[in-house]
């Protein structure tokens, strides 16, 4: 992460210093960055897990829970019983699973976050975050996005970007496109502290290709531009369109909030979603934070089975910000 | 335990989970194309089996069964594995 912005994250979150659960503390990595992130103030973290998985000695400021002595076994059953209509045995069986034991308790106010995902597939992850806590409101699907911190563009340094869905949704229609577009805006807002200026990309400026795949980007602009407050939507555009001011002047003829200004980066598909990240990461120089999962009434973030100590702290610092 | 009554046991777990009527869920059904589930519901089908059948199933694993039939093997296996430990 550009070390400014690692440093503006973490100091935002410690002025809250939230409660983050990590419910993968069999994980060396996880161990060492619950210590950090208390050691730095930027938040509260507390393992949770079973006897075998968790720590003899803790390191200072972190806690731990273990499930099978949890008091909160009962409340949690009950109260996942009910809202998922299945029988107490059932629900018993899962809110004892850490994912879902981690995500109840942030479902259910006895935490503020969660960090998972070391040692368990990304589709766990999302499943604990739905069954447990829910979409926010208005929203009906999942998705991520990146913060990309890229070394140079123009004349900039370090300029960090919002890059989506570069994880999750592999081929959303124009409706679900829109919904990816609107909470990656939210998410420039949160993180980044800027207006919006979402750019839906796609191989074609304006109607430049005539093609159904541009159409639909094109569709989904319009869709998420109606709905937008306080951003601004534009597409289907090229990428040099929407980052490059010159390129945006010829291929536009027009003035735009958004075109040669994107912050905001959409992209079509996974396919074209999961290699831009990636082209940028190690192509471009980029820090690549995330994947972010946008979309939950409460945060979750999901690691990567790769990530280091120091990527597990940023991604703290970037569930602690959404509290 | 033979897979007939495995399926029997099946069908009526996955109904009762996924709401649906027990006489739609036949062996050829796919959880989320012919019997609605939502993909975020396997982790909730996984444990009804475990319930259902005593046992303890491998969840990476099980994100692949996508029908009512891979689960009846699914579960068989696992029957036998941990008979046998």
């Known amino acids: 992460m550009g070390r400014r912005i690692a440093e503006q994250f973490k100091q935002k979150a410690a002025a809250v ?6 419910p993968e ?32 000695k803790l390191a200072p400021g972190v806690g731990a829970e273990l499930i099978c002595d949890s008091e909160r076994l009962a409340q949690f059953t009950d109260q996942y019983a009910r809202r998922r209509h299945l029988s107490d045995a059932v629900a018993a069986r899962l809110v004892r699973k850490p994912l879902i034991y981690g995500a109840m308790m942030v479902a259910l106010g006895h935490a503020d976050g969660m960090v998972a995902g070391k040692n368990h597939p990304s589709a766990l992850v999302f499943q604990a975050a739905v069954v447990a806590i829910g979409y926010r409101e208005g929203i009906r699907a999942l998705s991520t996005c990146f913060i990309m911190v890229v070394p140079r563009l123009g004349g900039r340094r370090d300029v960090p970007l919002v890059f989506a ?3 999750l949704n592999v081929e959303p ?3 679900e496109l829109a919904a990816i577009a609107l909470a990656s805006a939210e998410s420039a807002r949160r993180f980044l502290g800027v207006v919006p200026r979402v750019a839906m990309l796609s191989f074609s400026t304006h109607g430049s290709a005539g093609h159904e795949k541009a159409v639909l980007v094109r569709r989904a602009a319009e869709l998420a531009n109606d709905r937008i407050r306080d951003g601004f939507v534009e597409g289907e555009l090229q990428l040099d369109a929407a980052l490059v001011p010159e ?7 027009q003035q735009s909030e958004v075109a040669g200004r994107a912050n905001v980066l959409i992209f079509p598909d996974l396919n074209a979603g999961n290699i831009g990240y ?15 999962l946008q979309g939950l009434a409460k945060p979750v973030c999901d690691l990567s089975r790769g990530a280091s100590v120091e990527d597990i702290v940023a991604i703290t610092a970037v569930t602690a910000l959404q509290v | 335990m033979d897979k007939e009554k495995i399926l029997a046991r099946v069908c009526k777990v996955v109904g009762d989970v996924l709401g649906v009527d027990v006489t739609d869920v036949t062996a050829g059904a796919r959880f989320v194309e012919d019997l609605g589930a939502e993909s975020i519901q396997s982790v909730e089908l996984v444990a009804a089996f475990e319930e259902e059948f005593d046992i303890e199933m491998d969840e990476d694993a099980a994100l692949q069964v996508r029908t ?14 941990q008979s046998s430990e």
Request: glycine share 8%.
């Open chain 1, 278 to 292: 990636k082209a940028v990461q190690y192509l471009g120089g980029a820090q690549a934070i995330g994947p972010i």
């Open chain 1, 173 to 175: 229609d124009a409706e």
């Open chain 1, 25 to 56: 503390p069999e994980d060396a990595r996880i161990l060492e960055a619950a210590g950090r992130v208390a050691a730095e103030g930027i938040a509260r973290p507390l393992l949770v897990g079973r006897r075998q998985d968790l720590p003899q």
């Open chain 2, 68 to 81: 009512v039939a891979t689960a009846v093997d699914f579960i068989a296996d696992t029957i036998g594995k």
């Open chain 1, 165 to 167: 869905d570069c994880a």
């Open chain 1, 17 to 22: 210093c939230p409660i983050i659960v990590y």
């Open chain 1, 247 to 253: 390129v945006a002047h010829v291929k536009l003829k």
